[in-house]
T-cell receptor, first 114, second 109 residues
Framework: NAGVTQTPKFQVLKTGQSMTLQCAQD?????MSWYRQDPGMGLRLIHY???????DQGEVPNGYNVSRSTTEDFPLRLLSAAPSQTSVYFC?????????????FGQGTRLTVV | RKEVEQDPGPFNVPEGATVAFNCTYSNSASQSFFWYRQDCRKEPKLLMSVYSSGNEDGRFTAQLNRASQYISLLIRDSKLSDSATYLC??????????FGKGTLLTVNP
């Protein structure tokens, strides 16, 4: 059981480049989300989705796009990378129902924008 | 004001000590609460859910006080392997998770 798989694990981009961070889950979870984690800031929600075809913005959505064409995949696109987007990115998934539903995280993508 | 606020830490304790983490939340619409653990350079993982009745899992006890909007985690008989960052997390009706900034715990031999 793979759980949540994120790729790549590490990436260095030049300012202005674009890229897509991949996230896939094999648990048939309805809810998927992307977070960034910066020192002293905790995890902040970028975008989330409650099902295929449905996405919404989180706390820090600027500079990022998402789509959810299938239940399994939830890619995060950086349109034009900026040094401020240097961070560790985590994808997470969970079932949508139930009060105590656990969220599972991918191993993270460490992105550096130079 | 951030929706979930935690003790800033860091906490440095000897093995065998009891340590308590506190967390407050400002959004009364938050329905569920959790403690997650994050090891250095790793992803967060669920430690335990938090219930109003209080719940215990081995050396760990979590408590939720909805009236005071306060959540706690108690670790008894600390082990070296407990060293990690502990994240207080709230979940709203829209399933979004809101994280506290985390509290770093170091257990020393």
């Amino acid at each position: 059981n793979a759980g949540v798989t994120q790729t790549p694990k590490f990436q260095v981009l030049k300012t202005g480049q674009s890229m897509t961070l991949q996230c896939a889950q094999d648990m048939n979870h309805e809810y998927m989300s992307w977070y960034r984690q910066d020192p002293g800031m905790g995890l902040r929600l970028i975008h989330y989705s409650v099902g295929a075809g449905i996405t919404d913005q989180g706390e820090v959505p600027n500079g990022y796009n998402v789509s959810r064409s299938t239940t399994e995949d939830f890619p995060l696109r950086l349109l034009s990378a900026a040094p401020s987007q240097t961070s560790v990115y985590f994808c997470a998934s969970s079932y949508a129902g139930g009060a105590g539903t656990e969220a599972f995280f991918g191993q993270g993508t460490r992105l550096t924008v130079v | 004001r951030k929706e979930v606020e935690q003790d800033p830490g860091p906490f440095n304790v000897p093995e065998g000590a009891t340590v308590a983490f506190n967390c407050t939340y400002s959004n009364s619409a938050s329905q569920s609460f959790f403690w997650y653990r994050q090891d250095c350079r790793k992803e967060p993982k669920l430690l335990m859910s938090v219930y109003s009745s209080g719940n215990e899992d081995g050396r760990f006890t979590a408590q939720l006080n909805r009236a005071s909007q306060y959540i706690s985690l108690l670790i008894r008989d600390s082990k070296l392997s407990d060293s990690a960052t502990y994240l207080c997390v709230g979940r709203g009706s829209n399933y979004k998770l809101t994280f506290g900034k985390g509290t770093l715990l170091t257990v020393n031999p």
